[in-house]
């Protein structure tokens, strides 16, 4: 039987939200103990993020556990799970916040316990606190999502954006991005703006609204992420348009937004590296822990083949590069997922 990855999502949250530990017995005083704590496992991203973490190397041959701790989209959530890596002695945290500034009073707290915590995919706003951190360059994204679909609506275009959940650092900076892109663009209407929360069943509402107010006035779709372009698409299809024709651009590389890509009604999915991420994060804590006798394991290092250098694990700030999917590459990469 053919393994879907909405297959490994729904398995990978089982198992997370169970606690188990993926990797060498935590009964072992030699194996090292991370915990992860992220987001939410509701997401695609996160899931597909929390499925690569479990297939790094050092967790196959016994050099460390990884428990995934689920946020649920929730602060206070997020919170009382450091509380509990505190409390169980981890040595070490690698965190996906919820929100960009309430995230930072939990790591303070582990930083006093002396346990390093490691940033992946979105950010606290304090970026001092981590002992390193791994992302790929939000803002960038949103100026890519911008441009691809400026780009096929036309510079005097009539577009809509749907944001993710507000106060969380993808959401802040993409908008970003976008903003700069449309401060270049001038004849570029935004009809509307509003929160989609990450969520495509969100955006299928909520694009449904915006086509009843605006109807085929809107030209362009401008979604943080691929989730809510996903459901935008949906929405579009829902109010009797072509979804063809109406240029929509997300972010994640998502396989439903890479099929919906290939059947042309997706301008453009800007691929973001969960293995990159994950497995950069884990090398990173492996290497504050085990210190320079670590070697990185993880397949985005340039020490490993990839374009990302290591530099000796010294930096602070590490950027996985985007990849943008259109109907030109979108077959090749869907090989690759």
Known sequence: MKTTRRFLMGAAAGLALAGMVFGGSSADAKTLKIAAIVQSLNTEYNVLWADAAKAHPALADGTATLTVLDGRQDVL??????????????????????DIDAGNEPIERAKAAGIPVFGSNTMVSNT????????????????????????????????????????????????????????????????????????????????????????DAIQGVLAENDEMAVGAIEGIRNHGLDPKTVPVAGVDGIKDALEAVKRGEQSMSILQDANGQAQGAIDLALHKIVGDSYKPRAAVWDVNGGKLAWNDGKDQHYHVPWLAVTSENVDKVLVGN
Request: net charge negative; glycine share 6%; no cysteine.
């Open 77 to 98: 959530t997020q919170s009382n799970l450091f509380d509990t890596a505190i409390t169980e002695k981890y040595d070490a945290i690698i965190f996906i916040p919820v």
């Open 128 to 215: 001092a606190l981590y002992d390193a951190y791994i992302n790929s360059n939000d803002v960038e994204a949103g100026e890519m999502l911008a441009k691809a679909v400026i780009d096929k609506a036309g510079p005097q275009a009539k577009v809509v954006i749907l944001e993710g959940m507000l106060g969380q650092s993808a959401q802040v900076q993409r908008l970003e991005g976008i903003q700069k892109v449309l401060k270049e663009n001038p004849g570029v209407t935004i009809l509307e703006q509003n929160t989609a929360n990450w969520s495509r069943a969100e955006a299928i509402t909520l694009m449904e609204n915006f086509l009843t107010s605006h109807g």
